[in-house]
């Protein structure tokens, strides 16, 4: 397993250079949140197709039966004094379909990634961090069982409804209780959220799109007390991205009405949105409304060229929903919120904490939440 690599922004000192054997960049190159899975022995796991019925908790647990899954979990989290800030930890795993059936203890049969950023919001400061882990000898995992998954002493666990989250590396960590304030969300439609077309090109996917949260994060060595809400998305499959998609676009706002939204749009080689983009809206009594690519729109305000990657990002949006007389313009914390993992996945992405303010139905709203940007840097191309 490799050391933890870790990147600071406002000139910190770099990191030593860390080792990764070749099986684990290539198999973590398959684990992200939209998958190009790997045209040999793709076959050899289950495709996500229309039908399936999710079951809780069951499905808070971790399916091996599939190539890929993680778990992502992003917030906003406020200190007694009002300090604030915006926080991601997401687990990925990438199963190895070479190792399927060994039945020795040292067989990897998965292999798992984890990342942890923070975002200061005040202060306007970005910290990541990502760790690679095989399973296999209790070095990292997930349970078919039950709701656990770990790299090190990285860990999310819990029942669904209530669940712990803890990550920490140096003088950074957040030790938090999640609550959800609603039911689980199923995104798409027929149990499948469709990705491009042809068969198998979706994922099952569903959010706790309110955590009510608190706990404690540490921040330059110091414990603080948080609260704030987070939002949590599971998803597995075995798909992959078709050579004339180049990225994809992912939004989360919490709204101050109790209402959520999720929107992505994955994006073709000519700029244009795939028909398979959509999203989900969340009532306050917590009833969902599938919303599919041509009822919503989103437009790129404002952008932004990172002085790393050289990738230029959009980094205002307004998004419109007519069918729910939805209007707001979406605001970044702070530009620089790019993931460089250089030392891992080698994949570059723009995950940052956002605000919005608009209206909708006739009432002036705000809210909090996340963006995810990939292929901005370059056209999302990885694959084994």
């Given at each position: 397993?490799?050391?933890?690599?870790?990147?600071?922004?406002?000139?910190?000192?770099?990191?030593s250079t860390i080792l990764i054997l070749p099986v684990v960049l290539l198999a973590l190159l398959a684990s992200w949140r939209f998958t190009r899975a790997p045209?040999?022995?793709?076959?050899?796991?289950?495709?996500?197709?229309?039908?399936?019925?999710?079951?809780?908790?069951?499905?808070?647990?971790?399916?091996?039966?599939?190539?890929?899954?993680?778990?992502?979990?992003?917030?906003?989290?406020?200190?007694?004094?009002?300090?604030?800030?915006?926080?991601?930890?997401?687990?990925?795993?990438?199963?190895?379909?070479?190792?399927?059936?060994?039945?020795?203890?040292?067989?990897?049969?998965?292999?798992?990634?984890?990342?942890?950023?923070?975002?200061?919001?005040?202060?306007?400061?970005?910290?990541?961090?990502?760790?690679?882990?095989?399973?296999?000898?209790?070095?990292?995992?997930?349970?078919?069982?039950?709701?656990?998954?770990?790299?090190?002493?990285?860990?999310?666990?819990?029942?669904?409804?209530?669940?712990?989250?803890?990550?920490?590396?140096?003088?950074?960590?957040?030790?938090?209780?999640?609550?959800?304030?609603?039911?689980?969300?199923?995104?798409?439609?027929?149990?499948?959220?469709?990705?491009?077309?042809?068969?198998?090109?979706?994922?099952?996917?569903?959010?706790?799109?309110?955590?009510?949260?608190?706990?404690?994060?540490?921040?330059?060595?110091?414990?603080?007390?948080?609260?704030?809400?987070?939002?949590?998305?599971?998803?597995?499959?075995?798909?992959?991205?078709?050579?004339?998609?180049?990225?994809?676009?992912?939004?989360?706002?919490?709204?101050?009405?109790?209402?959520?939204?999720?929107?992505?749009?994955?994006?073709?080689?000519?700029?244009?949105?795939?028909?398979?983009?959509?999203?989900?809206?969340?009532?306050?009594?917590?009833?969902?409304?599938?919303?599919?690519?041509?009822?919503?729109?989103?437009?790129?305000?404002?952008?932004?060229?990172?002085?790393?990657?050289?990738?230029?990002?959009?980094?205002?949006?307004?998004?419109?929903?007519?069918?729910?007389?939805?209007?707001?313009?979406?605001?970044?914390?702070?530009?620089?919120?790019?993931?460089?993992?250089?030392?891992?996945?080698?994949?570059?992405?723009?995950?940052?904490?956002?605000?919005?303010?608009?209206?909708?139905?006739?009432?002036?709203?705000?809210?909090?939440?996340?963006?995810?940007?990939?292929?901005?840097?370059?056209?999302?191309?990885?694959?084994?």
């Open positions: 397993m490799s050391r933890p690599a870790t990147r600071h922004r406002q000139g910190a000192k770099a990191p045209a040999v022995g793709a076959e050899e796991f289950r495709l996500a197709l229309p039908g399936y019925t999710f079951s809780f908790p069951r499905d808070h647990a971790s399916h091996d039966d599939f190539r890929t899954e993680w778990w992502y979990y992003t917030g906003h989290l406020r200190t007694a004094s009002g300090e604030a800030y915006g926080y991601q930890v997401t687990f990925f795993r990438s199963g190895l379909a070479e190792a399927r059936g060994r039945t020795s203890q040292w067989a990897a049969r998965n292999i798992y990634l984890a990342h942890f950023a923070l975002s200061d919001l005040g202060r306007k400061r970005f910290r990541f961090f990502e760790r690679v882990g095989r399973a296999g000898m209790g070095q990292a995992g997930a349970s078919q069982s039950a709701f656990r998954v770990w790299v090190g002493d990285w860990e999310a666990s819990g029942d669904g409804p209530r669940q712990r989250l803890k990550a920490r590396e140096g003088d950074v960590g957040v030790d938090l209780a999640l609550r959800a304030v609603k039911p689980p969300v199923v995104h798409g439609e027929n149990g499948v959220s469709q990705k491009g077309e042809g068969r198998g090109h979706a994922s099952h996917y569903y959010s706790l799109t309110r955590l009510a949260t608190e706990g404690g994060l540490t921040l330059r060595g110091t414990p603080l007390a948080v609260t704030g809400l987070t939002w949590m998305d599971h998803e597995f499959g075995s798909t992959q991205l078709s050579p004339d998609q180049v990225g994809w676009d992912w939004f989360s706002l919490q709204f101050d009405n109790d209402t959520e939204l999720m929107l992505y749009v994955i994006r073709q080689a000519d700029g244009r949105p795939d028909p398979s983009s959509a999203g989900t809206w969340v009532g306050a009594d917590g009833v969902s409304v599938h919303i599919r690519q041509p009822e919503f729109s989103v437009e790129t305000l404002e952008r932004w060229t990172s002085p790393i990657s050289k990738g230029t990002y959009p980094m205002r949006w307004r998004i419109r929903v007519p069918t729910l007389d939805l209007d707001v313009t979406l605001t970044p914390a702070f530009p620089d919120q790019e993931l460089t993992t250089a030392r891992s996945t080698k994949v570059i992405y723009w995950e940052g904490a956002v605000a919005a303010a608009g209206g909708a139905q006739g009432r002036p709203v705000r809210a909090q939440g996340y963006v995810e940007m990939t292929g901005y840097a370059e056209p999302f191309r990885k694959m084994l």
